[in-house]
C-alpha cells in the first residue's frame, strides 16, 4: 500500500478564516505533544487554501504557528474591517464604483507577518516549505488560475511572485476590496499581474484543486489521498419574495448578500462533489480518506467582514467546539501511514 498524500485544504471565508485557524491551533497543539520538533506544515504534503484560506495556507507553509494567525485574526479585524460607515459618509454613490475596504492595511500586516517568518526577507512562492495551491481568478484575462509553489516541472512561472501578494490576490472580494494589481521582479524574474481577485469565485473550497493536484500532476492513486478539509462556517440564505429583491442596497452594501450566497454555495456544491467522487471511488480503487470539518450556522452568519468583539468570541468558540469534537478523528488520519 502506498503512503498516504496528505492534504490540507482551507476555504475562503473573511473574517471567519478564525474558526479554521482555531482548529489548526488546537491541533498543533495536539500534535506537538508528540513531535515536538515538526512543524504543522510537515504533517501534509499539500495545502490548498482560498481568500482568507490562502493566508492560512501560505503562513503555515513559512513555519508561522497557528496561535499567531488566531491572534492575527483578532488583533486586526477592525483594521482590515473598518466600520464602513467610516468610509462611505456622507458620500454613499462611492459605493457604486469602488470597494467597502481599501487593501492597503491587509497588504501590509501580510508583508510584514510573512517577512518576519522568512528571516527578514520578504518571501516568494518559492520559500514555501511544503507545496501549495492557491486559487485567483485573473481579471485582466478573464480567466482562473491556480498558483502554486515549484512543485512540478510544468510550473515555471508561479513560484517567482511574493507570497504577500499571491495572499492578497485570492482573497480580493469584489465589493470588498478592489480587485488586486501587483509588479515583481527578483532574482528569477519579474513580471506583473493585473485586476486579480478572490479565488472563491470559482473554487471557495478548494479540496477538488488538491485532489486534482495530487492525482493529474502529481501521479498518486486516488486511493493515496488523504484529504482535511477545513470551511468556515456556512450559513442559511433564505429569499422571500418580497424580501427587498430589487434593491442594490440590500444586495451589495454594506452587506454583500449576493457574494456570500455565490461563496457558501460554491464551497457546498464543492462538497457534494467530492462525495460523490468518494463514492464513485470507494466501488472502483478502494476510495480516498477524507474528513470534512464544517460548521453550520443557519440563519445566524457572522458577516465575512465582521470584526465586532462579540462576533471574534463566537467565531473562536466555534472553532473551539469543532476542535473539540474532532480532533480525534483529524489526529487519527494524521497518523494513517
Not at 500532476?217 to 419574495?241: E, M, P, Q
Request: charged share 25%; proline share 5%; hydrophobic share 40%.
Amino acid at each position: 500500500m502506498s503512503k498516504p498524500f496528505k492534504i490540507l485544504s482551507i476555504d475562503g471565508g473573511g473574517i471567519r478564516g478564525l474558526i479554521p485557524a482555531k482548529v489548526l491551533m488546537e491541533l498543533e497543539r495536539e500534535l506537538q505533544k508528540t513531535s515536538p520538533d515538526k512543524k504543522l506544515y510537515e504533517h501534509f504534503d499539500l495545502i490548498c487554501g482560498t481568500s482568507t484560506g490562502s493566508i492560512l495556507a501560505i503562513a503555515i507553509a513559512l513555519g508561522i504557528p497557528s496561535t499567531d494567525l488566531v491572534a492575527f485574526y483578532k488583533a486586526y479585524a477592525n483594521i482590515i474591517f473598518p466600520k464602513w460607515y467610516l468610509k462611505i459618509v456622507p458620500r454613499q454613490a462611492r459605493a457604486f464604483i469602488t470597494s467597502i475596504y481599501s487593501n492597503k492595511a491587509l497588504r501590509k500586516k501580510l508583508e510584514e507577518i510573512f517577512t518576519q517568518a522568512n528571516g527578514g526577507k520578504a518571501p516568494l512562492l518559492n520559500d514555501l516549505k511544503t507545496r501549495v495551491c492557491i486559487p485567483a481568478f485573473n481579471g485582466n484575462e478573464g480567466q482562473i488560475n491556480v498558483l502554486k509553489t515549484r512543485h512540478h516541472e510544468e510550473y515555471l512561472r508561479d513560484y517567482k511572485l511574493p507570497a504577500h501578494e499571491v495572499a492578497l490576490a485570492s482573497a480580493s472580494a469584489p465589493v470588498y476590496f478592489p480587485p488586486h494589481s501587483f509588479s515583481f521582479s527578483n532574482e528569477f524574474g519579474s513580471g506583473k499581474n493585473i485586476n486579480m481577485i478572490d479565488g472563491g469565485i470559482f473554487a471557495n473550497n478548494p479540496s477538488l484543486i488538491g485532489i486534482l493536484e495530487a492525482t493529474e500532476k502529481l501521479g498518486h492513486s486516488f486511493s493515496d489521498i488523504s484529504l482535511l478539509s477545513l470551511g468556515t462556517g456556512k450559513g442559511k440564505h433564505i429569499i422571500k419574495t418580497g424580501w427587498k429583491p430589487k434593491d442594490i442596497w440590500f444586495w451589495l452594501f454594506p452587506k454583500p448578500r449576493l457574494l456570500d450566497i455565490i461563496l457558501d454555495s460554491q464551497a457546498q456544491i464543492t462538497e457534494q462533489y467530492i462525495n460523490f467522487l468518494k463514492r464513485i471511488c470507494d466501488k472502483t480503487d478502494g476510495g480516498f480518506d477524507y474528513l470534512r470539518i464544517q460548521y453550520d450556522m443557519g440563519g445566524d452568519t457572522i458577516d465575512l467582514n465582521a470584526s465586532g468583539k462579540k462576533d471574534l468570541d463566537r467565531l473562536e468558540a466555534i472553532g473551539d467546539e469543532l476542535a473539540k469534537n474532532n480532533l480525534i478523528k483529524i489526529i487519527k488520519q494524521l497518523k494513517t501511514k
